[in-house]
């Protein structure tokens, strides 16, 4: 196998920044879309100029002209789906969030083992230079200990039909874009935090609209996160060290706005501009893929951090619903 045939399962909205990723990728090629109507996998099919469409998610499964699925289904339907393509010998490329327990992270990363598939996060960002550098400079002691990570990530919806505010899809800002400043905060402190304290809004549907977390790691770090769906969209991560801070403005949605910056204010000396290679923002996950199914080396986004991202959104809800602080 040289490359890899993706499937789309589901019609997803999101699927149109996927779509030029694969399409731009030395190595996958664009195969297949499936969904719950042979009328509208059709329709989307010829709208993107896919070769087959399917209208159900199992006969893309059955089929073998594909190789790999993308899963941008609503968060309650991660779980169920990228089992079921693992079992039809699919690897599995899912949005985030990944799951909704720590029991379905669980039985997928299980089933993942069990098929030899590879399944792993569709977190772009974590792909993009821009964050690796951002890793590279903790790493290299460029900012000196690093104390705090405020992360944010807001927007409002133009309509309020939406998956992200039915509860029993998985709805809420924090699993929907707290997840973000939530896993750039671990991915900076190197693991899940111990301590949370999470306070909500919950909005008429009974999901949260507004979502702030305090979180306290191992080596004495804290981060702050804030997500929201009712104020105009907004994102920002800033990384306070002993030695100097870090600021970003588009730290999740890459350079294709236009306006990203990414700037190094040092304790020191003259703020820096640091220079980030301009790439496309999915184009990374989907290479990752393409690596460990036709390289086999281990993929980026490891399961273990995932969990971690998972078990520590889990706390911060417990610890909104409770009031109290959770230890993880
Ligand atoms: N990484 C990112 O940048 C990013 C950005 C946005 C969203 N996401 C993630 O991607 C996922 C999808 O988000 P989206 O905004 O693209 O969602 P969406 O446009 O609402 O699409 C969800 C798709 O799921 C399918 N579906 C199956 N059962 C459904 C049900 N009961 N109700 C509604 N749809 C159902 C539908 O496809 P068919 O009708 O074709 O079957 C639908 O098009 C979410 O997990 C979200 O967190 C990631």
Redesign the pocket.
């Given at each position: 196998m040289t490359k890899i045939r993706w499937g789309l399962l589901?019609?997803?909205?999101?699927?149109r920044?996927v779509i030029p990723a694969i399409r731009e990728s030395a190595r996958g090629e664009l195969v297949a879309v499936?969904?719950?109507?042979q009328a509208?996998?059709q329709a989307?099919a010829d709208q993107w100029d896919i070769p087959q469409a399917f209208g159900s998610?199992e006969a893309m499964l059955a089929s073998d002209a594909v190789d790999a699925v993308y899963i941008?289904?609503?968060?309650h339907?991660?779980a169920e789906w990228s089992i079921k393509a693992m079992q039809h010998g699919k690897h599995v490329l899912c949005?985030?969030?990944f799951a909704l327990s720590l029991a379905e992270v669980d039985e997928m990363t299980a089933v993942s083992q069990q098929t030899n598939r590879v399944l792993t996060e569709?977190?772009?960002y974590r792909h993009h230079p821009q964050t690796k550098i951002v890793g590279e400079m903790v790493k290299n002691g460029r900012l000196g200990r690093v104390t705090v990570v405020r992360g944010v990530f807001n927007f409002a919806f133009s309509t309020r039909d939406?998956?992200?505010l039915v509860p029993e899809?998985?709805g809420g800002c924090l699993?929907?874009v707290g997840v973000y400043p939530l896993s750039f905060a671990q991915y900076v402190m190197g693991g899940p935090p111990e301590q949370v304290f999470g306070t909500q809004w919950l909005g008429e549907s009974g999901v949260d609209e507004l979502f702030s977390g305090q979180m306290v790691y191992a080596n004495g770090g804290m981060a702050q996160i804030s997500a929201s769906f009712c104020t105009p969209f907004r994102t920002e991560v800033e990384i306070l060290g002993t030695e100097g801070r870090l600021v970003l403005n588009r730290p999740f949605t890459g350079h294709n706005d236009g306006d990203r910056k990414l700037m190094f204010y040092p304790k020191a000396g003259e703020p820096e501009e640091i220079e980030v290679p301009e790439v496309e923002l999915?184009l990374g996950e989907v290479e990752d893929l393409h690596t460990a199914v036709l390289d086999g080396k281990p993929h980026y986004l490891t399961l273990e951090e995932t969990r971690n991202h998972i078990k520590t959104v889990l706390a911060l809800y417990e610890s909104a619903r409770t009031g109290q602080v959770v230890t993880l």
């Open positions: 589901s019609t997803a909205n999101i699927n920044r499936a969904s719950r109507s509208a996998a989307y998610y941008g289904l609503p968060n339907l991660h949005e985030k969030p569709a977190f772009m939406n998956i992200r899809m998985g699993w929907d999915y």
